[in-house]
T-cell receptor
Framework: KNQVEQSPQSLIILEGKNCTLQCNYTVSPFSNLRWYKQDTGRGPVSLTIMTFSENTKSNGRYTATLDADTKQSSLHITASQLSDSASYICVVGGRGSTLGRLYFGRGTQLTVWP | SAVISQKPSRDICQRGTSLTIQCQVDSQVTMMFWYRQQPGQSLTLIATANQGSEATYESGFVIDKFPISRPNLTFSTLTVSNMSPEDSSIYLC????????????FGPGTRLTVL
């Protein structure tokens, strides 16, 4: 079954600290992996997209890694800010028999405290 | 990229009534998607709407309950019919832009509460 699991479910950190969010998936065949940020009351906004041939991609203070062999990804946030408080959603895109389909994780709810 | 707006942003409705959600995109797109996001859950695809053809519904969603219109390449509507409290959710419109792996852009969502 094609699934995307994220951990932790929620996380609280202090402003200025770093954190890492995890994503494990079983989607196969696999095409790409995306991380989205969803602020409360808003739609998800893309942070990074990685294909199966990429193993890291950065977007400012956000760095995503991908290990297609172990089917794991992480999102590392550096020097967190209060505005980083949001839900971070891992999304996996399929190909072949799963072409065009997106599989969504439940998200990690990050809270940054001053 | 694509900028998407949705109306209404939120609504509180009575059981048994229907609500139509509008989605407007700032550019022409072939495929538009409607998602539901229940509290604490991941996004679930309701249907894919292509201009000029019937929407394609995912398992568990039917046209009578969620009729969709796609009159042109920049606009779509989703109607939630005969609502019950279980329909309380956030409904999101989305479009794909790109050539190979399509980047997906989401609207701000419509927060629906059914009493």
């Amino acid at each position: 079954k094609n699934q995307v699991e994220q951990s932790p479910q929620s996380l609280i950190i202090l402003e200025g600290k770093n954190c890492t969010l995890q994503c494990n998936y079983t989607v196969s065949p696999f095409s790409n992996l995306r991380w989205y940020k969803q602020d409360t009351g808003r739609g998800p906004v893309s942070l990074t997209i990685m294909t199966f041939s990429e193993n890291t991609k950065s977007n400012g203070r956000y760095t995503a890694t991908l290990d297609a062999d172990t089917k794991q990804s992480s999102l590392h946030i550096t020097a967190s800010q209060l505005s980083d408080s949001a839900s971070y959603i891992c999304v996996v895109g399929g190909r072949g028999s799963t072409l065009g389909r997106l599989y969504f994780g439940r998200g990690t709810q990050l809270t940054v405290w001053p | 990229s694509a900028v998407i707006s949705q109306k209404p942003s939120r609504d509180i409705c009575q059981r048994g009534t229907s609500l139509t959600i509008q989605c407007q995109v700032d550019s022409q797109v072939t495929m538009m998607f409607w998602y539901r996001q229940q509290p604490g859950q991941s996004l679930t695809l309701i249907a894919t709407a292509n201009q000029g053809s019937e929407a394609t519904y995912e398992s568990g969603f039917v046209i009578d309950k969620f009729p969709i219109s796609r009159p042109n390449l920049t606009f779509s509507t989703l109607t939630v019919s005969n609502m019950s409290p279980e329909d309380s959710s956030i409904y999101l419109c989305s479009v794909e832009v790109g050539a190979w792996y399509n980047e997906q852009f989401f609207g701000p969502g419509t927060r629906l509460t059914v009493l």
